[in-house]
């Protein structure tokens, strides 16, 4: 099995589809033009590959989304990029009290087939363009929203994504792109859903998502070697909220953290800690934790970025902390 | 200072005792550790023992009375110190009053002495509210520990998992886990025989019309033994689908090998039963199908992380089950010295803490009794139980030919909630092809 970044298995993935199925069709901006295609290089090659179906916009997130929801009411099935998730601020209306609500109001004649695909994160972007908005798109009722972790998840998932018809909100993640990972050359799909085990361990489980999954893998490595043996959940999908892994997982350990990037309060690991009290309160021999990024627009400095975001190195801390009963 | 002796509770079912014997007097010189009085519990007799040493001043329950939990018995203390007796609750039946000191006036009852200040005994760790994790709640439930008596080592004293899991009841004062044993199958061990009747069919017309033709049948009080197991036995039959297989092992190979081992054992005094091989077979067959090992709940079957094979053993009024905890890591030695003190045990009405319930797995074996097959009652909540019958010398068939073989006849009863017939049918057949192949049990 091939080793390739987390980018190329999400070309792989969009070629496919379109391969497979005429409908689907790539709108966004830069996807063409810049660097060969896409901001980040995701689209890079496709353009060329199926002439016309790949498409330039103007600098209009309002009007990306808008113009792929109806092509998705109309037939196509549309994938929209949005450069990076906080640009998804001007199309929040579109998103929520269009795509989201559609099929619903109508009593499911309409289907809005289409995916939005945007990069949390951060990467010395400052304040406004590193932000990580996962508990956002997870609240909102008629989303699906998709948060891989690796190339093989990020493959499966948006294949999966771009045949579901609902809308998806595919979350990628801008210190991802480069990340390399097993995926395999025969076609595969994961469905939406359905989170996973990425380590097996007895003594504590680790429920997280996205980059703090990888983070949480080398936390692991490193608390091997002290004799902790972790097991990690990767949800994988944030919407619908797959939590059997982790109620089963904490059955066996008792002990939860819930690791997040995102700012801690009203965050997604608020929502995972309450349902795992809810649901398996007497599995618990500790209070659950939660890692979590400091709530402070984000710095520019590199170091106090640095300082701002939760890495491996926290999630060693709380681990320690609630391996010693220090909570 | 004086110290209360309190009714323990032992078991978390327990909510009262009674006093079955005062083994001291007032004004007698008690040790700490000496044994002062005898508490009837549902399921069995316990000795009390003094927490410190003094004089054992007042007797404040006396014999017969029934006592809830946590009340106060009596009074240790020193000779000449004042002591005050508080006035035992309503809650308390009593058919002799017991003495009340009066302290303040004729009408005024005993200030009780404040069970906080004094702890009533130095193994109750807690006092008050407990705070204990829930997953430590859970397995105390499910051990019947008391947490009372457990000390946490998590922040602000909280009792986790851990703890809960290394407790070790201290001898007789901690509670019991299930204390009574379970008792398994009433009826397999007193399936009453039809009782005779003086024959209506034949000869009606000499049978006198009114007058019974014997004297009128005695009713026995139930004893507490006897309501426990009525009470156990009912609720499995009406709460547990019961399903059963039968199997014939061939036993001549595992008695040869029987022999063998008992003869180097001689020296030592240790003498492996047949039962103790099938306690081992069991053992070793669960640990291969764990979801035999495992008990139903709403929640969602439980698959136990250890196995405990509990055996069924007579006692006077009744059985209790005597558990070998921790079964599928102890040799056919280790077994049998086990059994042979827990039995013991039993039957002299000296059980420990630990001794009893708790099991994963019942065995209940009538091979002494000289039967050819019977079904047992599942010991809830475990998922099966396996009735083990006398091993006969019988005609069987091999290669064609009929032949003389030792064959035990064993049926397990499976819970068909938590398994069914195609697995019990494996997992039998895998307790039986152990015992055919003894040695793989030493092995």
């Keep these: 099995m091939a080793e390739i970044t987390y980018r190329e298995a999400l070309k792989r993935a969009l070629r496919e589809e379109m391969q497979r199925d005429p409908t689907v069709v790539i709108w966004g901006e830069d996807v063409v033009a810049y660097a060969g295609g896409g901001a980040y290089g995701v689209t890079s090659g496709l353009a060329k590959e199926f002439p016309g179906r790949v498409r330039d916009t103007p600098i209009a997130e309002e009007a990306i989304i808008g113009v792929g929801i109806g092509a998705a009411m109309g037939g196509l099935r549309p994938v929209c990029e949005i450069m990076t998730v906080n640009f998804t601020l001007v199309a929040w209306d579109q998103i929520v009290n269009h795509a989201a609500k559609q099929s619903h109001m109508f009593n499911g004649q309409i289907k809005v087939p289409m995916v939005i695909r945007t990069p949390n994160g951060h990467g010395r972007t400052a304040a406004t363009h590193s932000q990580n908005f996962d508990a956002w798109f997870a609240h909102i009722p008629g989303l699906k929203v998709v948060a891989p972790a690796t190339p093989y998840d990020a493959k499966g998932l948006l294949k999966t994504s771009i045949r579901d018809d609902d809308p998806v909100v595919f979350l990628e993640h801008l210190q991802l792109y480069g990340t390399r990972g097993e995926v395999p050359d025969e076609e595969y799909l994961i469905p939406i859903g359905v989170s996973d085990y990425k380590r097996r361990g007895k003594d504590l489980t680790i429920v997280t998502w996205g980059r703090m999954t990888m983070e949480s893998l080398k936390a692991a490595r490193i608390l091997a070697e002290e004799g902790v043996d972790v097991e990690i959940v990767d949800l994988r999908t944030l919407r619908p909220l797959d939590l059997s892994l982790a109620f089963e997982s904490v059955h066996k350990t008792n002990r939860a953290i819930v690791v997040e990037e995102g700012w801690r309060t009203a965050g997604l690991g608020a929502e995972i800690a309450a349902s795992l009290q809810e649901q398996a309160f007497n599995d618990l021999d500790a209070p659950i934790a939660r890692v979590a990024g400091l709530e402070v627009p984000m710095p520019y400095a590199k170091n106090l970025e640095r300082a701002t975001l939760p890495f491996a190195e926290d999630v060693v801390a709380a681990v320690r902390a609630m391996m010693q009963k220090q909570y | ?443």
Excluded: C
């Design chain 2, 1 to 443: 200072m004086a110290t209360q002796i309190t009714m323990p509770q032992m078991g978390f079912d327990m909510t009262e005792g009674t006093i079955a014997a005062w083994l001291k007097k007032e004004g007698d010189v008690v040790n700490k550790g000496e044994p002062i009085a005898e508490i009837e519990t549902d399921k069995t007799t316990i000795q009390v023992e003094s927490f410190s040493s003094g004089v054992l001043r007042k007797i404040i329950a006396q014999v017969g009375q029934k006592v809830p939990v946590g009340e106060v018995i009596g009074i240790i203390a020193d000779p000449d110190e004042q002591v005050e007796a508080p006035q035992p609750s309503a809650s308390a039946v009593s058919p002799a009053q017991p003495s009340v000191p009066k302290v303040n006036g004729a009408a005024q009852p005993a200030a009780p002495a404040p069970a906080a200040a004094q702890p009533p005994a130095p193994p109750v760790v807690n006092e008050g509210r407990i705070i204990a994790t829930p997953v430590a709640r859970r397995l105390a439930e499910e051990r019947g520990i008391d947490l009372r008596y457990v000390k946490g080592t998590g922040p602000e004293g909280r009792i986790t998992k851990a703890d809960v899991e290394a407790f070790v009841p201290p001898a007789r004062l901690a509670p019991e886990p299930e204390p009574i044993g379970k008792p398994v199958g009433s009826p397999i061990l007193k399936e009453p025989e039809p009782t005779p009747r003086p024959a209506p069919a034949v000869e009606p017309a000499l049978q006198p019309a009114v007058v019974p033709a014997v004297a009128p049948a005695t009713k026995q009080p139930l004893t507490r033994m006897r309501q426990t197991i009525a009470t156990r036995m009912v609720a499995s039959k009406q709460q547990v689908p019961h399903f059963y297989i039968t199997v014939s092992v061939e036993m001549d190979a595992a008695l040869a090998l029987r022999a063998q081992i008992n003869e180097s054992l001689k020296p030592e005094g240790i003498k492996i039963s047949v039962n103790d091989m099938v306690i081992r077979a069991v053992a070793l067959a669960l640990r291969r199908f764990p979801n035999m090992n495992a008990s139903f709940t709403p929640e969602g079957l439980e698959q136990h992380d250890h196995v405990h094979v509990g055996s069924a053993v007579t006692v006077e009024g009744g059985l209790v089950t005597v558990t070998v905890r921790d079964t599928d890591t102890k040799t056919l030695k280790q077994i049998s010295q086990e059994m042979t003190a827990l039995v013991e045990r039993a039957r002299n009405n000296k059980m420990q803490p630990g001794d009893i319930g708790g099991q994963t797995f019942t065995i209940s074996n009538l091979g002494m009794y000289d039967v050819e097959n019977f079904i047992a009652i599942v010991n809830q909540p475990d998922a099966g139980i396996l009735a083990v019958a006398t091993a006969t010398p019988t005609p069987v068939v091999r290669n064609g030919e009929v032949v003389v073989r030792t064959i035990m006849r064993m049926t397990l009863s499976g819970d068909h909630r938590v398994t069914d017939g195609a697995e019990g049918a494996q997992f039998i057949n895998e307790v039986k092809r152990l015992l055919e192949n003894p040695w793989s049990l030493v092995l």
